[in-house]
């Protein structure tokens, strides 16, 4: 897919999908500084990290148990008697520690300590990534794997975090290593299209529900315009919308796809992608058939691509049908406007 996405794009496109653009304008972080991703992810927690030690680390009460001369807490006192048997005079004791050491704090300084170790990381970044480290004593250093983000559990009072685990877990995306583990190798998450399918979907959702006040966005889920014949209880799956926007007077079937080439070739000709099309008229007619008020329901077929644009749009059936192309390659400005134009209603071209 060449020429490749900008750094800060690809790191605006996740901002989004994880609804923490906000978050993410709140730190600068000097996108045009970073010669590839984990530079850029590197400076982002860099400065999160700040941010957060000025404020204080968080801190919970942790279970502890310990050998202690005086009580604390709850004494066990099955195994206290057996040290009294041992002439020990010391209390086994139970009790609520308030500590730093928290999933949360290990997952991030553990995330810092991997950049600070990648060759491809600036030398400069690299030192500052690791005298952060050092303001961090009392937090456990853990072995990073992807279960340790799944298991975390944030509230109210510390969700400033969720922002800095999403950056962390995309650099341990990023980062891969070495066949002898001495060094860390780039993986760029931008050609895994399974994974980037999804990014881009909630990115196209969130946007639009952040930059945009004239459509509502909601969820929608349309069921099947059939009528059973014959055949066993099993229900037919329901279609579940990509991006579903709506208004008084318009309704809009969003569907977005992402593909590393999101034209076909045959016979040395380039077209859509025929499966594609055929999944969005699948929503428009079956919604239509469920229900009178999506009679007059628009389809937008959304493809990411770098280098180009492209604009077709149709009446099929009833339906306006638009096929359009968002070149990642843009400044960020112009990706958000051309964005919002492909909102715009149909015109129909004078004859």
Not at 2 to 17: D, H, R, S, T, W
Not at 47 to 59: A, H, T, V, W
């Amino acid at each position: 897919m060449p020429p490749a996405i900008p750094i800060e794009n690809v790191y605006y496109l996740f901002c989004y999908a994880w609804n923490r653009f906000e978050d993410a304008q709140s730190l600068p972080v000097g996108a045009e500084a970073s010669p590839n991703l984990p530079n850029l992810l590197a400076r982002v927690l860099l400065s999160g990290m700040r941010k957060i030690l000025r404020r204080g680390l968080d801190r919970d009460y942790r279970y502890e148990r310990d050998v202690l001369p005086t009580v604390r807490g709850r004494i066990e006192l099955g195994e206290t008697l057996r040290l009294q048997a041992r002439r020990i005079r010391r209390l086994q004791c139970e009790f609520d520690e308030l500590s730093h050491d928290l999933l949360h704090n290990q997952i991030l300084k553990a995330s810092i300590k991997r950049l600070a170790r990648a060759s491809m990381i600036d030398r400069r970044l690299a030192h500052e990534l690791a005298v952060t480290v050092r303001l961090m004593p009392y937090v456990s250093d853990i072995r990073l794997d992807r279960s340790a983000f799944s298991r975390v559990s944030l509230h109210r009072n510390n969700s400033h975090y969720q922002f800095l685990l999403k950056v962390a877990e995309l650099a341990f995306d990023c980062l891969l290593p070495n066949h002898d583990g001495t060094d860390y190798l780039f993986h760029d998450v931008t050609r895994d299209e399974r994974k980037m399918a999804a990014v881009f979907e909630r990115f196209v959702r969130n946007f639009y529900r952040v930059e945009q006040q004239s459509l509502s966005v909601e969820p929608l889920n349309i069921k099947w315009d059939a009528t059973r014949i014959a055949g066993s209880a099993a229900r037919l799956p329901s279609m579940r919308v990509d991006v579903f926007l709506r208004s008084a007077n318009r309704r809009i079937i969003l569907d977005t796809k992402y593909y590393v080439d999101a034209l076909q070739t045959y016979s040395n000709a380039e077209s859509f992608r025929s499966e594609n099309l055929y999944q969005l008229f699948a929503y428009l007619r079956n919604a239509a058939g469920s229900d009178n008020a999506f009679a007059k329901t628009e389809g937008i077929l959304l493809y990411p691509r770098v280098g180009v644009s492209l604009d077709e749009a149709f009446m099929i059936q009833g339906h306006s049908v638009k096929i359009a192309t968002i070149d990642l390659s843009m400044p960020w400005k112009e990706i958000r406007e051309r964005l919002l134009k492909i909102l715009a209603p149909l015109q129909p071209e004078a004859e």
